[in-house]
């Protein structure tokens, strides 16, 4: 069950917007509207940011937003800080009976 | 507080069997399906198996399949993974986690993970 693409890094200066993608096929990400991304701090548990490609939980800031065009998810994080400093990872629904996790984006703070 | 926590994780041979389990609290459990996720050390989340709130749908990813049984005791509020025929490569951590959202595949509520070593 192979993963979904994402880059390996992405970094930005504080108070700028960057973007995550996470690419898969028509067969998951681009067959359905179920997909999750999450932040995962070093050495604790992951954190659902976004679910069903664009709702955020609630206690989840608004400048985390997603979206998809296609067979790629994308993550934005606006107003980026200090503390969004982190792993993230998507996941999509790829059947009923499978899930699947993107490759993993350290984001670094500059 | 609404919570996971694992236990049962430790040091097993190569070959060998690990049951795992995961407590929730204050939540409704039985309302909920639920999921195994794990991490090898230092790389991504890899998801392990699913069971449905009554645990009429069970799906496991193909890395495990026929090796670990997921099953859970909604009475007890507990959830469980018993690992069987151990591999050098199922060294993870193991998460337990809440599913989530209109499709049933997101992870909501994360336990604190249970560290599973295959070593000889």
């Known amino acids: 069950q192979s993963a979904l693409t994402q880059p390996a890094s992405v970094s930005g200066s504080p108070g700028q917007s960057i973007t995550i993608s996470c690419t898969g096929t028509?067969?998951?990400?681009?067959?359905?509207?179920?997909v999750s991304w999450y932040q995962q701090h070093p050495g604790k548990a992951p954190k659902l940011m976004i679910y069903?490609?664009?709702n955020r939980p609630s206690g989840v800031s608004d400048r985390f937003s997603g979206s998809k065009s296609g067979n790629t998810a994308s993550l934005t994080i606006s107003g980026l800080q200090a503390e969004d400093e982190a792993d993230y990872y998507c996941?999509?629904?790829?059947?009923?009976?499978?899930?699947?996790f993107g490759t993993g984006t350290k984001v670094t703070v500059l | 507080e609404v919570q996971l926590v694992e236990s049962g994780g430790g040091l097993v041979q190569p070959g060998g069997s690990l049951r795992l389990s995961c407590a929730a609290s204050?939540?409704?459990?039985?309302?909920?399906?639920m999921n195994w996720v794990r991490q090898a050390p230092g790389r991504g989340l890899e998801w392990v198996s699913y069971?449905?709130?009554?645990?009429?749908?069970?799906y496991y990813a193909d890395s495990v399949k026929g090796r670990f049984t997921i099953s859970r005791d909604n009475a007890k509020k507990s959830l469980f993974l018993q690992m069987n025929s151990l591999r050098v490569e199922d060294t993870a951590v193991y998460y337990c986690?809440?599913?989530?959202?209109?499709?049933?595949?997101?992870?909501?509520?994360w336990g604190q993970g249970t560290m599973v070593t295959v070593s000889s």
């Open positions: 986690a809440q599913s989530y959202g209109s499709g049933d595949d997101a992870f909501n509520i």
């Open positions: 204050e939540f409704i459990f039985s309302a909920y399906s």
């Open positions: 069971i449905s709130s009554s645990s009429a749908s069970i």
């Open positions: 028509s067969s998951d990400v681009g067959g359905y509207n179920y």
């Open positions: 069903d490609v664009s």
């Open positions: 996941s999509s629904y790829r059947s009923s009976t499978t899930r699947v």
